[in-house]
């Protein structure tokens, strides 16, 4: 018998003179040696079949030419012909405009060898040529994470996705013996092709290795059949091979792998013909959507609940023939920020897509789109449809008016409605022209409309800034949202619309924006100049911006404003700016510099030493950092955003320091500077030296936290617990404070003495619609917890089912539900009568105030809420989950501790006459973690470090300080004698 | 036996006393036993050499006995490093130094016979086999430590520098090859270290020890160098949570290192000194092992770690903290060994607690560690080698003559079906 090569690579060619040689080239220059390469040109009216002979004669041995001599029209016959005509062990495809990466014969052979797979398969990547330097885009990446071996595709439905027939090789014998061909005849070959050899395969194996380059170039003109989307023909050919594959698999009492295939024939394949069905004439629209809703009808109803949500929207509309709604569904979900296109509908306590319209069973559960959210998510997070019904020019004045949904009503009626439609860069979103809309609420939408003189509102540079887009920014109540006009069925004609604008730079760059509509259907617009001066100026500067040269200058460019913007605001710089210079201008005397949380809220124990100084009249100069917005930030001190050059320069000048996390790493604090550190709770979970990733980390981390933790002056501590884990944990060496936590004065004294906190608790109680109806406050606080994938859970559920609470427990109680403050609730809207999110919240001690009750797990919060002496409960559904702590719990809990759900609301109902039987553990509990929480925390701090003077003066401060470093009556110096 | 050829060995040193060099050794001469003609090649000499016994069957050559130039190559990034009169003039030095010992390399190679095959066990040296002509012969390069020890240092960008040109470039297992083939290097394959153990324990025809360790004494082992990487502050962190030291069990830990008056320290302070023995670096891995019952491997980092090779063919339990796939790689956890989470010690306290209490589960996790090292046989290794070596050289088969060729494509012309 002959010795077969290894491999065999069979290049299928039409028309493609140019990049044949390239292809084979990369067949020919694998790093495994024995590849044999079979060129079949499907009867090419060009050179083809001429280039092809010539590199057989070229590589006498390892390239052979076959010509067919009627063309094929598709790529299953050469794909054929190839196979018969080669002899390697293992066959794999490449078409003449790809490439094969150098070592994928040798990663397909070896990974094949080492398997006993018939079909081994490897990573495709589609290259964009056209786009800049090569965009690669991996296909299906998340199926070739790592190396697999699957006994049969029940193993992994998933492959499905993988209809390319060229990322892979194959054993001869295999596609031999099970008599795998290509159909012939039809489009989409390789989809009926993959999905045979993948059932008869015995076992499969993939490897994450890249080993075939997909070339996407965008070219006029003649497209690749893949792309001819647009023919209708193409779509029922793409049907016709849904339908064999779909006999292939009842053939084989494969069920279940339908049911995998028809929900990635819902994912994908459908989805990316609806997303294109925007821009099609009416005629394909209509038969697209026949020709689909007739396949749809075929499948078995199960795959609306196997396919993504959306999609499933999508196929359903498709089937029930709600054209706007399955398209509104296929779109959302595209690009960064989904818009929302459809009506919603509340209905039951649940959220439907598409309208108030009665629904059968399967209608409710495929349309329910609960889950997303779009009933409490705030409303800068919503981006509903807008939809431009007037777009005019009329002189130098322009007019610009439309609609935007208001989904789910969640814009109220009576609230303060502010508009403004911006005209921004592309290139830039910060370069804008804005102008005032006028908005106003019109049935179920908000109407909004803007004259604006565009010459004088939006200034384009010129040359640099070639397309504008126009957003309409919409606040309700100070609740901002941000939508994109777009056309939509009441729109006039929005293309060509001409605004005049005066470039900066010179009116050769034109002289008006031309609006037109993008392939989303946003409405954009393009820098245009009518004159002949100005096109062949424009023309002139677009071929230098295309040179090689020019190309490279704008790099530069970008690049040096880049090195420079970031030289100038990196923090890097603020710090070294920071340790250099700022912290030599002179202190501010009385200034403190006051953070929560990272400067996320204005809560925790920084804010109640704030409001003791306030309150006391201490004559300090308050500055709060805050991360984002300002919201909820006392107005009476000054507010410095988190990073910003005042932000460094108030930390370089302040007297004091106070926060209860850290601030940021690589300040050096002056000696001048006094650093309160109040910590935000005591510790059940290990802390900072003790937690599991700083053991396993690298020096790094460690050297971090040392260089954080060795600023402190003074460490507030509850009891000998924190000094023994807490402190110890960080490895504080600074006085540990004995005062308590300001924070927890409250709870240990009570509102009445404190007009302005019970204010807020009757605010807080206000807004959560609590108190008139004698119904208990109960909070629920769980800790922050991973995944099982060791990511962090984002998605708090609540353990008790909220219509169970509802019924079971609704009458007597009110569910509070406080993530964890990096995570979100879900709440459906039916639970709103029970249960309320307080996640937003920003301060948890009013929270603690007004519930009567708590439900936690391992939470610090316990040891805060024990102070009140009122019922807690503890449940612990997975304890394995959370690791170990610095104590047993279910040794020393205050309370009940519950496993499941049921045992939670038995607990829930007994609370009042199981209080107490705890009463004495919960006291217990309070000696041991909470020994110095008497209520007088804030005074003493205050007392200690801004001593009442009678006049104002630089002594004082020092005077300050040097009781801080003496000690005081209430301080202990624990600090370096305790930790090893 | 496969045809013989000549294999290049490339370390940075090949005199140093370190893992990759007894790797080095010890790869050169099995290969040298397979009757191919192998040569060990150091691009320069260790800063301390370690006195290695020549071993007649292959050759070593060093390119540069002493390098002075800059380790690495200068990359200019800012406008203001780009003017670095004194850089530029040391790289100059640098390349030409490189081009040099390069030069050397290829006189070596030019003498190769064709199959020859260059293994470039580090990415500093590929530089060097870069530079040099390697026409002919085939460039394996190799990666030996974890993906992830790579990604945190320089040898990451290195790597994906050097070792995308070679014709196959091996980590030490399949995930780590699988992490450098998502991060863009197609030619990833892994090559597991074959079982070493010291020279003359093995019996003449086996490939394993003759004997397994009793398992009987209550001691607890850990063999390596003191220093941080290695992680025995934790394991000191976990004795001290452990049962074991209760109940008469020592924990031996052999090795040396800059850490080592740290660790004294850290057991004195928390009160086990009492079942802590520092016994220094050891020649004599095999009594170690073979006194011991359990071994644990507290390291934060590692490669394909030499030490759970030898425990586990002296048919010793491991307990380690899983982090690095050649660690996995290794322990099946709960089959071979137990496996807990990096940095963990209440896990690692109660996981030695476990072996120390059941002298069953010993005994089973012994021998069939025993069973499962034998995938790393040196010959099973070998074939390994030597199936990639045919790879690379393979050819297609001697080509038909033409004139059937030309009879078969008129055939072809006809339509198919």
């Known amino acids: 018998m002959r010795a077969r090569p290894d491999v065999s690579v069979v290049v299928i060619a039409y028309n493609d003179e140019r990049r044949l040689p390239r292809a084979v080239g990369s067949a020919l220059g694998q790093s495994l040696g024995g590849v044999e390469v079979v060129v079949v040109d499907d009867a090419s009216t060009d050179g083809t079949g001429d280039v092809a002979e010539r590199l057989a004669a070229e590589h006498p041995g390892r390239v052979r030419a076959e010509r067919l001599p009627v063309n094929s029209g598709g790529c299953g016959r050469p794909r054929n012909v190839g196979v018969e005509r080669s002899s390697g062990r293992y066959v794999m495809f490449l078409d003449s405009d790809d490439l094969l990466d150098r070592h994928a014969c040798l990663n397909l052979l070896s990974a094949a060898e080492e398997t006993g797979a018939d079909l081994v398969s490897g990573l495709c990547a589609r290259v964009h040529l056209d786009r800049g330097s090569g965009r690669v885009r991996p296909w299906y990446p998340w199926l070739y994470e790592r190396r697999a071996v699957y006994g049969s595709l029940r193993d992994n439905p998933d492959m499905l996705y993988d209809t390319l027939s060229t990322n892979k090789a194959y054993r001869r014998g295999f596609l031999e013996g099970r008599g795998l061909r290509f159909v012939e005849r039809l489009h989409y070959e390789d989809l009926l092709f993959t999905a045979e050899a993948y059932l008869a395969a015995d076992r499969t194996a993939v490897i994450p290795h890249r080993v075939y380059n997909w070339l996407v170039e965008r070219r006029e003109g003649a497209q690749s059949i893949s792309n001819r989307r647009a023919e209708l023909a193409n779509f029922a050919d793409r049907l016709e091979i849904h339908r064999r594959i779909d006999g292939l698999f009842a053939e084989r009492g494969a069920g279940e792998l339908k049911l995998a295939k028809d929900a990635k024939f819902v994912n994908h394949d459908l989805l990316l013909y609806l997303r294109e069905l925007r821009n099609r004439d009416p005629e394909y629209r209509d038969g697209f959507l026949d020709l689909a809703a007739g396949y749809l009808a075929e499948l078995d109803p199960r795959v609306y609940e196997a396919a993504n949500p959306m999609p499933a929207i999508a196929a359903y509309l498709v089937r029930e023939g709600d054209r706007e709604g399955a398209l509104a569904a296929a779109e959302y979900g595209r690009g960064r920020r989904p818009e929302i296109r459809a009506a919603l509908a509340e209905r039951g306590g649940r959220i439907y897509w598409g309208g108030a319209r009665p629904l059968e069973p399967v209608g409710r559960r495929v349309l329910d789109v609960t889950g997303f959210g779009f009933h409490r998510r705030p409303l800068a997070e919503l981006r509903p449809a807008n939809t431009v019904t007037e777009l005019e020019a009329r002189g130098r004045r322009a007019r610009v008016a439309g609609r935007v949904l208001n989904p789910l009503g969640r814009v109220a009626e009576g609230a303060e409605l502010r508009g403004t439609v911006e005209f921004y860069d592309r290139r830039r979103p910060s370069r804008s022209g804005a102008v005032r809309a006028d908005v106003a609420h019109e049935g179920d939408r908000l109407a909004w409309s803007a004259d604006l003189d565009p010459a004088r509102r939006i200034r384009p540079l010129g040359f640099a800034d070639p397309v504008w887009d126009l957003r309409v920014r919409i606040s309700a109540d100070g609740q901002e949202m941000v939508t994109r006009p777009s056309e939509g069925p009441e729109s006039p004609g929005l293309d060509g619309v001409v605004l005049p604008v005066r470039p900066r730079l010179t009116r050769l760059a034109g002289d008006g924006l031309r609006s037109y509509v993008t392939e989303a259907g946003h409405v954009a617009f393009r820098l245009e100049g009518r004159r002949p001066l100005s096109r062949l100026a424009q023309a002139a500067v677009h071929r230098a911006a295309r040179s090689r040269a020019g190309r490279s200058a704008w790099r530069r460019v970008r690049r040096a404003r880049h090195t420079a913007r970031r030289a100038l605001t990196s923090r890097g710089t603020k710090v070294m700016l920071f340790n250099r210079v700022l912290t030599r201008l002179p202190v501010r005397t009385g200034s403190v510099v006051f953070e929560s949380h990272l400067g996320t809220r204005y809560a925790d124990n920084p804010k109640y030493i704030h409001r003791e100084l306030r309150r006391s009249g201490r004559p300090v100069r308050a500055i709060w950092s805050y991360a984002a917005s300002p919201k909820g930030f006392p107005k009476d001190a000054e507010l410095v955003r988190r990073g910003s050059w005042a932000y460094y320069l108030a930390l370089a000048r302040a007297e004091f320091w106070i926060d209860n996390q850290g601030f940021p790493d690589g300040l050096r604090k002056r000696r001048a500077t006094t650093y309160l550190q109040t910590w935000h709770g005591s510790a059940f979970k290990p802390m900072g030296y003790d937690q599991q990733h700083l053991k396993e980390g690298a020096e790094g981390e460690r050297a971090r936290l040392r260089r954080m933790v060795d600023r402190y002056d003074c460490f507030l501590v509850r009891s000998d617990h924190d000094v023994g884990t807490l402190a110890r944990g960080l490895g504080v060496r600074s006085e540990l404070l004995a005062a308590g936590y300001p924070r927890n004065d409250p709870l240990v004294n009570g509102v009445d003495g404190d007009p302005e906190l019970a204010a807020e608790v009757d605010e807080l109680r206000r807004t959560l619609r609590l108190g008139d109806d004698g119904r208990r406050a109960v909070l629920y606080a769980p800790t922050f917890r991973r995944g099982p994938d060791g990511r962090p859970v984002r998605e708090t559920q609540v353990p008790i089912d909220p219509e169970r609470f509802a019924r079971e427990l609704g009458r007597d109680l009110v569910l509070l539900v406080r993530p964890h403050y990096l995570c979100g609730a879900d709440l459906p809207p039916s639970a709103r009568c029970a249960i309320r999110d307080v996640g937003a919240v920003p301060d948890v001690t009013p929270l603690l105030l007004i519930a009567d009750a708590l439900i936690t797990d391992h939470s610090s919060i316990m040891f805060d809420y024990a102070l009140l002496d009122r019922p807690m409960l503890f449940h612990l559904p997975d304890e394995e989950a959370f690791g170990t702590g610095y104590f047993d719990l279910t040794a020393h809990a205050p309370g009940p501790i519950t496993r499941t759900e049921g045992e939670l609301v038995t607990a829930l109902s007994r609370l009042e006459a199981d209080a107490p039987a705890h009463a004495a553990r919960r006291r217990a509990f309070v000696a041991r973690f909470g020994e110095h929480d008497r209520g007088t925390a804030a005074r003493t701090i205050v007392d200690r470090y801004f001593p009442e003077r009678p006049a104002r003066g630089h002594g004082r401060a020092a005077g300050g300080r040097r009781r801080a470093r003496d000690g005081g009556t209430e301080s202990r110096r624990t600090g370096r004698a305790r930790t090893p | ?417």
């Not at chain 2, 070596?108 to 086999?129: D, T, Y």
């Not at chain 2, 800059?258 to 086990?272: C, F, S, T």
């Not at chain 2, 019952?293 to 030490?307: D, I, K, Q, T, W």
């Open chain 2, 1 to 417: 036996m496969p045809e013989p050829r000549d294999v290049f060995i490339v370390c940075n040193n090949i005199d140093g006393m370190g893992g990759l060099q007894r790797w080095a050794r010890h790869i050169a001469g099995l290969f040298a036993a397979r009757g191919h003609r192998v040569t060990l090649v150091g691009v320069t000499r260790a800063p301390e050499p370690h006195p290695y016994e020549p071993d007649g069957s292959f050759t070593e050559v060093v390119l540069h006995d002493e390098w002075r130039p800059p380790a690495l190559a200068w990359r200019a990034g800012t406008l203001r490093k780009r003017l670095n009169v004194a850089a530029r003039g040391r790289d100059l030095w640098r390349t030409a130094g490189v081009r040099r010992g390069a030069g050397r390399l290829s006189e070596l190679f030019a003498r190769a016979e064709p199959g020859a095959v260059v293994i470039v066990a580090q990415v500093w040296a590929m530089e060097w086999v870069r530079s040099a002509d390697t026409t002919g012969l085939k460039v394996v390069g190799m990666s030996h430590e974890s993906y992830a020890a790579s990604r945190s240092s320089s040898r990451h960008r290195r790597v994906k520098e050097h070792f995308t040109g070679a014709d196959r470039f091996l980590a030490l297992t399949a995930e780590d090859a699988d992490a450098w083939a998502r991060a863009g290097m197609t030619n990833a394959d892994h090559m597991p270290n074959p079982l070493h153990v010291a020279p003359g324990f093995l019996a003449p025809g086996s490939v394993t020890p003759g004997a397994a360790a009793p398992l009987g004494s209550p001691v607890v082992a850990s063999v390596g160098r003191l220093s941080r990487e290695k992680g025995n502050e934790l394991l000191l962190e976990a004795w001290e949570r452990a049962d074991a030291r209760h109940r008469g069990w020592s924990l031996h830990v052999y090795g040396g290192g800059p850490q080592e008056d740290e660790l004294r320290a850290q057991a004195d302070a928390a009160g086990i000194a009492g079942s802590v023995e520092f016994r220094g670096v050891t020649s004599d891995v095999e009594a170690a092992l073979t006194g011991a019952s359990v071994f644990a491997l507290p390291s934060r980092a590692e490669g394909f770690p030499m030490s759970v090779l030898e425990s586990m063919a002296f048919g010793l339990p491991t307990v380690a903290f899983d982090c690095a796939p050649g660690v996995r790689e290794l322990l099946d956890d709960g089959e071979t060994g137990l496996l807990v989470r990096p940095g963990d010690t209440a896990a690692f306290a109660a996981a030695l607690d476990r072996l120390v209490d059941d002298a069953e589960l010993r005994r089973r996790m012994g021998a069939a560690a025993r069973g499962s090292v034998q995938r790393f046989r040196p010959d099973r290794v070998l074939d390994r080698w030597e199936r990639l070596f045919s790879l690379l050289h393979s050819d297609v088969p001697p080509q038909r003559s033409p004139a059937g060729g030309e009879a078969e494509a008129s055939r072809i012309a006809r339509p198919v079906q």
